[in-house]
């Protein structure tokens, strides 16, 4: 069975950008000597579950069959009915899921399906684990999942020390950039990467499933009142708050006048005002982001807002491109700074989740293992 799990989990990852504040979602529908009889997932937050789409699909050859799914199936009424029903009304014998739902709102459907007569069983499995930590992440901190991604050389350099980088990647990989820029709520940025770059922060030439915010992390709001992220976007966003930038600023310099005036005149552009949290602490912002429905951030920036994330633990994971090249200057720019650890010991280790091919660059997925974003049995 965990064959199809794996099958299960694939399917899952095929909502990423749809199913999202929901998590995403995966559900095989199969007889019992293994054989698959129909598949689904959850396609976009509002829409089926996962359960239900595959229920569709497999009509009336799902009676007596086995249904195995990413997470617990839900046992509350939201947007759509509970899916632990839709599984005891379409008559399957048997339920198979890899993650327990956390979520109070909707968990107990795995007791709700004994309590109709089929079987539940939990069997973990890990590339669901992984699926689901997102959405586990939020429902237990109120935090919106992080990804950070950069493009180095093989010596670590993301850009020379005239602040020079294109390209350091390929295209193939900018265009995978460009694929989950369309798929997330949100992009933040720094403060010196607007000021040297001027970033649009917006997916082009890629199928863009949701539109996301731009956040610049602008203690200062020394953001420039012509900057790009505070244009609209031409590529017809139709989430309201991606039109300009949210900026985040530490509302402690409140008594400096000019520092009043600068933030007067970005809400008069059409920006949104987050206030940091005290020395300008950045989890205050995501908790409040997060609130609003932010439940994916993709981070952007040079190495002075990485190093922030991850000296606050707010860093989930990172895409690193590594281009065939050396860049061997003593001076050129890194990923991260601003850390000072004394000892490795003290170095938080990430997982190496996959290692893959971009045209001529090597694509590294890591993740920060934490407590708090590790899947619990049910």
Known sequence: MRELLARAARMASRGHGGAEPNPMVGCVIADHDGRVIADGYHRRCGGPHAEVDALT???????GAIALVTLEPCNHHGRTGPCSEALADAGVAEV???????NPLAKGGAERLRERGIRAFHVPHAAADELALPFL?????????ISAKWAQSIDGAVALANGDSQWLSGARSRRMVHRERGRVDAILTGIGTVLEDDPRLTARDVRVVRTPRRIVFDPDARTPLDANVLQTPTDGAQNPAAHTATILVDLSSSTDTAF?????????????????????AIEPALRALARE?????????GGG?????????????????????????DVARRSARGLAPEVLAEIP??????????????????????????PTSS
Not at 361 to 374: E, P
Request: charged share 25%; hydrophobic share 50%; net charge positive.
């Open 305 to 329: 807002l990485v190093g922030r994330l991850l000296r606050e633990k707010l860093l989930d994971e990172a895409w690193v491109f590594v281009a065939p090249l050396l860049v061997a200057d």
């Open 137 to 145: 992440k939020r429902v237990r901190t109120g935090l919106p999942w």
């Open 293 to 301: 429905g932010v439940a994916t951030v993709l981070v952007e920036s």
């Open 349 to 374: 280790r990430a997982r190496l989740l996959s290692v893959r091919r971009r045209g001529a660059d090597a694509l590294l997925h890591y993740r920060w293992a934490s407590a708090l974003t590790t």
């Open 96 to 102: 198979i899921y890899a993650v327990g739902d956390p």
């Open 57 to 63: 699909a497999a009509g009336a050859r799902a009676r």
């Open 260 to 280: 009043l005036r600068r933030v007067e005149a970005l809400t008069a552009r059409g920006a949104t005002i987050v206030p940091l949290g005290r020395g300008g």
